[in-house]
């Protein structure tokens, strides 16, 4: 028999995992293991599980548990015999339990033979014992039974224990080696996340990172905690934290004084490109001789990678994956312009000047005389001010007016460093949005921070460019964003000072006030007309009075005054008097009065459906929000969510930032939050905050389901009522869906990480899964999927946790992070198995077979397909077998074994016609066409490609389309067919830029290499 308590309450009868029954009958038993053989007297039982209402019959109940439970952990007792398990004693019950039984007891013993290596100076032998202690958790102790008994202090004081044995594992890791640095690492990640306050814990993760050579993680660590400490309790890091950034900070100057050469770039997602049996890249793989004749060696890739290269890189180049989640192998393309980057785009990202802009020319004066002359060195200049003065508004309207004078390019990025559900842009995703706006393509854009920061900087080398960096945190997130080069300018807006980048960087500084008396009129005569005002003086002047002179207050009075061109200003001044009081501080800046005031006389003026609709906008996790997302948040139907918004846009209570699509100003959010606490009960609130979250939820599933109908996905519970999830016709709109609502989707995994049970964060981040894969955003994938473990450990759900182990290794292992990968992919396996979860076992063996492929270690890949397939087998998942048969097939291709790799290939598609799959079946056709076009039956191999065009067509896959037309320009090439190949490529270009995907760029530039 064994008992776990580490984690979600399990009991096990031989290999039986037995049912617990109800609730309270659990929470009894993991009471009982908590105290580990002790006696537990009936008044503090009936205490845990009723607290301070008990009902009359409690200690019958809590005999009819006890007598419940003797029977299922000794089935063959006769009634009326004493039980030997759980006996009477002290006035109450104790459960016999040894330690080879109970993982508590276990757990405890590994810690006090570590602390005895300690004690002998054996820091391996001490770190390896703590690693196995820890690999017994799965998560908070006794997750999964009712809160308010868990939250009792017995298991307060075991979680204690998990987070002192971590602890103690990464203090003495840096005198044990670093065989086990992963292992702990992945484990410190989960306990710093599931006790985000305990700065001795975060500190431990900032240094082991540092000490590991992530010291752009370790520092982006740092930053996270820091602003959390400083959002949710107010206070700043202590001095060990403090300390460990110091050290992490002085071991990245280190490291930038003397660099490591920079990674491998990541290649396009699609690039198949494994090492050879003898280490070499599969592409540096001397061609065959049927393949080294004159006509395929001159083939070109599948388009991809936009490069040419010999008829071996054609074959390594495209996908042989058919599961379009199924591990394509990555690497650098090789070839004769392989390095060559795709002429940078010109963003023009600016947002629209504000028409009704007026005075600040004080300020224009001053931050015109900053601006950098070509070939002076670039500038950086800090916007700071409290909450609705302008900060935006005026950056925004300076940039329109500076931007004839940067020709390669403006930017613009919302770094949402005081958005309310505290997901603020890290700086690798900001980098990422920057190179992606110059029109890197995805595969070409670095995994690490660093290296992110050295290709923006390669990449503006020589341009003249205007970034406008809004809504900034910290000096932190801005520094690797700001531009280098000669002549550049980075306009950066925030709450704070920035006082670090105008010490490190030279940043120049305005710090923006609200305007004068006369600047505050001009505005109200812009946005009401100057007869009005001019009409009306003493009223106006007592609105901007009674405003603070608040820009943000100041256009939202306006909105409404300019909605009713009858009503008086004297009547609207009156309005705003009689409502006048103070404000609490926000965000720890100067009192605004009059600000709420301002928004509630807005608000009153709201239909009683749009008032409600602003209310409720405060749960949603930002940064924008759709018009089915608001219509399922008010359980109302998209035509009529349209009129309310139109009317909070009306009154500039809300921004349509573009057709469709609204956000909250941040004051505006915190205004609606303390409305709906106030005005709408809890069960409202809930009910629409859970419709939302099933709105994304579903809708997400629905979109994952377009874009691979045959792939394994987790079962949904029913949504809500009234929810309204999107519905999509093909990948196209599926993709598109995905493209818009990314950020908001990662915004909900966190804010339920963070503020709720967790359900939804795994869940979301299990459907997000294949889109972040797919394009390339394998560093989204890592910080959600670790999100998605702890929020899955919280709520002791193993299935969430196999998943998010899982897609966090795979995630790693296209980061290159080997050692991670496979610690996650072994606790995913693990997991599995415990899950008998035979589809989630096949799905880890196929992610290791691409890890083997990677290393060129294809007879283990081939072992780990093996597996799969038996395991799918098992399952009767006949058509995951086809794509396992193709994955195969490619491996057989890198081995140069062509004719197993034809019959692979071949019974891969047969099943997916069987199946009826016809991705799968397409995917197939595209190796079969590559196994052909590798032996130089390019007759044959064109024969293949078409018909996965047509397949490709038929399903509306416009990428895939596309990037089989460049295999049919490859074959075209090796045939001596120019022309025929150009008008393959034109073909897919025309469909690239349709979609507006980066691989455009490398088309593009195969076509002028044709002429």
């Not at 308010?148 to 203090?171: N, S, Y």
Request: with cysteine; charged share 25%; net charge negative.
């Amino acid at each position: 028999m064994r008992f776990q308590i580490l984690g979600p309450v399990r009991l096990w009868r031989d290999s039986t995992d037995v049912r617990l029954g109800p609730p309270k009958q659990r929470a009894l038993l993991a009471l009982l293991l908590a105290h580990t053989g002790q006696p537990v007297p009936l008044h503090e039982i009936v205490d845990a599980l009723w607290h301070a209402d008990p009902p009359a019959t409690a200690a019958n109940v809590v005999h009819r548990h006890v007598a419940a439970l003797r029977r299922l952990l000794e089935p063959e007792l006769v009634s009326g015999t004493a039980s030997s398990r759980l006996v009477r004693a002290s006035g109450g019950y104790a459960l016999r339990v040894t330690g080879d039984e109970l993982d508590l007891l276990r757990f405890r013993a590994l810690c006090e033979d570590a602390r005895d290596a300690a004690r002998r100076a054996d820091r391996a032998r001490a770190v390896e014992s703590l690693v196995e202690a820890l690999d017994l958790w799965r998560g908070p102790s006794a997750s999964g039974i009712p809160p308010e008994v868990r939250a009792l202090p017995v298991f307060t004081a075991i979680d204690d224990e998990h987070v002192v044995a971590v602890k103690e594992a990464a203090g003495h890791l840096p005198t044990a080696g670093a065989a086990l640095t992963e292992r702990v690492l992945v484990t410190l990640r989960q306990a710093a996340a599931h006790h985000p306050f305990d700065e001795a814990l975060q500190a431990r993760l900032v240094e082991l990172l540092a000490a590991a050579g992530r010291q752009a993680e370790a520092l982006e660590t740092y930053r996270t905690v820091r602003a959390r400490l400083a959002e949710e309790i107010g206070l700043d890091p202590g001095p060990e934290l403090r300390a460990a950034h110091r050290a992490a900070l002085e071991q990245a100057r280190d490291a930038a004084q003397d660099p490591a050469p920079a990674p491998a770039e990541p290649p396009d997602r699609r690039s198949p490109v494994a090492s050879a049996p003898d280490g070499r890249t599969a592409a540096s793989v001397p061609p065959s001789p049927a393949a080294s004749s004159p006509s395929p060696a001159t083939a070109t890739p599948t388009g991809t990678g936009g490069t040419a290269a010999t008829a071996v890189t054609a074959v390594t180049a495209v996908t042989a994956v058919t599961d379009p989640a199924a591990p394509p192998a990555a690497g650098p393309v090789a070839g004769p312009v392989a390095d060559a980057a795709p002429e940078p785009a010109h963003p023009a990202q600016l947002p629209r000047d504000l028409g009704s802009f007026a005075g600040r020319q004080a300020e224009l004066e001053r931050l015109d005389a900053l601006v950098p002359g070509a070939g002076e060195p670039a500038q950086a200049v800090v916007i700071s001010g409290m909450a609705g003065v302008g900060k935006t508004t005026l950056a925004v309207h300076w940039a329109n007016r500076l931007a004839p004078g940067f020709p390669d390019g403006q930017v613009y990025v919302d770094l949402r460093g005081f958005h309310l559900s505290g997901a603020a842009m890290s700086g690798a995703e900001a980098l990422r949005a920057l190179l992606d706006a110059f029109g890197v393509p995805v595969g070409r854009i670095p995994a690490e921070l660093g290296a992110q920061a050295a290709a923006y900087r390669r990449l503006l080398a020589g341009r003249r460019v205007l970034v406008v960096l809004d809504n900034a945190l910290d000096s932190e997130q801005v520094r690797p964003l700001l531009p280098a080069p000669d002549g550049c300018l980075a306009v950066v807006t925030s709450r704070h000072q920035l006082q670090g980048l105008m010490a490190v960087e030279g940043a120049h500084a305005l710090a923006l006030r609200q305007p004068d008396e006369d600047e505050a009129r001009a505005l109200l005569g812009r946005r009401l007309g100057e007869d009005r005002v001019a009409r009306e003086e003493e009223a106006a002047a007592e609105i901007i009075g009674l405003c603070e002179r608040l820009p943000l207050a100041l256009a939202i009075v306006s909105a409404r005054a300019a909605l009713n061109p009858g009503y008086p200003l004297a009547a609207i001044a009156g309005e705003l008097r009689a409502g006048h009081g103070s404000l609490d501080a926000f965000s720890g800046e100067p009192p605004l009065a009059d600000v709420r005031c301002v928004f509630s006389w807005s608000y009153r003026a709201l239909t009683p459906e749009a008032a409600r609709l602003f209310r409720l906008l405060a749960l949603h996790p930002g940064p924008d929000c759709s018009v089915a997302a608001a219509a399922g948040l008010a359980a109302v139907r998209p035509r009529q969510v349209r009129a309310q918004l139109t009317e909070l846009v009306r009154a500039h209570l809300l921004v349509e930032n573009e057709p469709g699509r609204y956000s909250l100003h941040g004051l505006l959010r915190a205004y609606a939050a303390e409305l709906v606490e106030e005005l709408d009960s809890r069960q409202d609130a809930d009910a629409a905050h859970t419709r939302l979250l099933d709105h994304y939820l579903h809708s997400a599933h629905a979109a994952e389901a377009a874009l691979a109908p045959h792939r394994e996905r987790i079962l949904l519970p029913r949504p809500a009522a009234h929810t309204l999830p999107e519905r999509f016709p093909d990948q196209r709109a599926a993709a598109d869906w995905f493209d818009r609502e990314r950020a908001v989707l990662l915004a909900a995994v966190e804010q339920d990480v963070r503020r709720g049970d967790g359900g939804y964060g795994w869940r979301l981040a299990a459907v997000l899964e294949l889109y972040l894969d797919r394009n390339g955003r394998w560093q989204q994938q890592r910080t959600v999927q670790t999100a998605a473990i702890t929020a899955a450990q919280r709520g002791g759900d193993l299935t969430g946790q196999a998943h998010g182990h899982r897609a966090l290794g795979f995630a790693l292992s296209r980061l290159g992070q080997w050692d991670g990968a496979d610690e996650h992919l072994h606790r995913a396996l693990q997991l599995s198995e415990e899950l008998r979860d035979t589809c989630g076992q096949a799905r880890v063996h196929r992610y290791w077979a691409f890890v083997a492929n990677r290393h060129g270690r294809h007879a283990d890949a081939l072992d780990h397909y093996r597996q799969a397939l038996e395991l799918y087998r098992s399952a009767g998942h006949l058509n995951a077998e086809g794509s396992v048969h193709n994955e195969v097939g490619w491996t057989y291709l890198l081995l140069g074994a062509y004719d197993k790799a034809l019959e692979e290939c071949g019974r891969s598609l047969a099943v997916h016609r069987r199946t009826g799959d016809p991705n799968g079946e397409a995917a197939a056709w595209d190796s079969l066409g590559v196994a052909h076009l590798r032996l130089g039956r390019l007759d044959r191999a064109l024969d293949g490609f078409r018909h996965a065009l047509a397949l490709y067509r038929r399903i509306r896959d416009s990428y895939l389309e596309a990037d089989t037309l460049t295999h049919i320009a490859d074959t075209h090439l090796a045939a001596g067919r120019t022309e025929s190949a150009a008008t393959a490529l034109g073909q897919a270009l025309e469909i690239l830029e349709g979609i507006g995907h980066p691989d455009a760029e490398g088309v593009r530039g195969r076509l002028r290499e044709l002429g």
